[in-house]
């Protein structure tokens, strides 16, 4: 099965898995990064279909410009490849000592091969993984990057929207976000520190139903 390269299409995977347990609303939904925009598409799918969600939480992800312009990235392997183990090292807490004058020489099964060598290293593979198991890894990671770069968020979202946000602000490089966080696409909303207090309230609301 190949990684899917839109927001849309993960938000309607995950919604045909969640529906063949629970078939009927509410939904109780909750993303941070990548996974935000996947839970925010989701609750707008479940509105498209009349179904209610009770809880829409976004863990410390600004919303994207809902009138940007979809971003098209033009890396070769190497950048790409660059690019995934930066991400995967900020995954992981983990430094793999690898940069772009490790790669750049290589050509690139070498390259997928040094990678192999400094995820073994770091301790971040399980036992008897192989080439396509990296290979897997590096599609899913850039097919994920590029649906994230191409959504486009919905404005109108006519129900709350939790937001736990921590203290320090989120890094925004590509100047993609909004300082309006998730207000710009909604009429209501709430904005916390990641306390658990307001954890517990969540789950308060969950049992309600």
């Known amino acids: 099965m190949e990684p899917f390269t839109r927001v849309e299409e993960v938000a309607n995977y995950y919604l045909k898995a969640i529906q063949a347990v629970q078939h009927q609303s509410p939904y109780f939904l909750s993303g941070h990064s990548f996974g935000a925009l996947v839970a925010f598409e989701m609750a707008q799918q479940l509105r498209k279909q009349g ?8 863990l410390d992800m600004p919303v994207l ?4 312009e979809p971003i098209e990235l033009d890396w070769d392997e190497t950048q790409w490849i660059v690019a995934i183990t930066q991400i995967l090292e900020a995954l992981s807490g983990k430094k793999l000592g690898l940069g772009l004058e490790d790669f750049q020489p290589l050509k690139e099964d070498a390259q997928i091969a040094l990678l192999k060598k400094g995820l073994e290293k770091a301790g971040m593979l399980p ?23 191409n959504y486009i968020p919905s404005a109108g979202y006519p129900d709350k929207i939790t937001l736990f946000k921590t203290e320090k ?9 909004s300082e309006m966080f998730w207000t710009s696409l909604h009429g209501d909303g709430s904005v916390y520190p990641p306390s658990l207090s307001k954890l517990l309230r969540c789950k308060a609301i ?3 139903y």
């Open 51 to 58: 179904k209610n969600t009770a809880l829409l939480a976004i």
């Open 206 to 208: 969950i049992r309600q």
């Open 65 to 68: 410009l809902p009138d940007r």
């Open 127 to 149: 036992p008897g993984s192989g080439i396509k198991y990296i290979r897997s890894i590096i599609n899913v990671i850039k097919a994920d990057e590029l649906a994230f770069l």
């Open 169 to 177: 602000g989120y890094s925004d490089e590509l100047w993609i976000y």
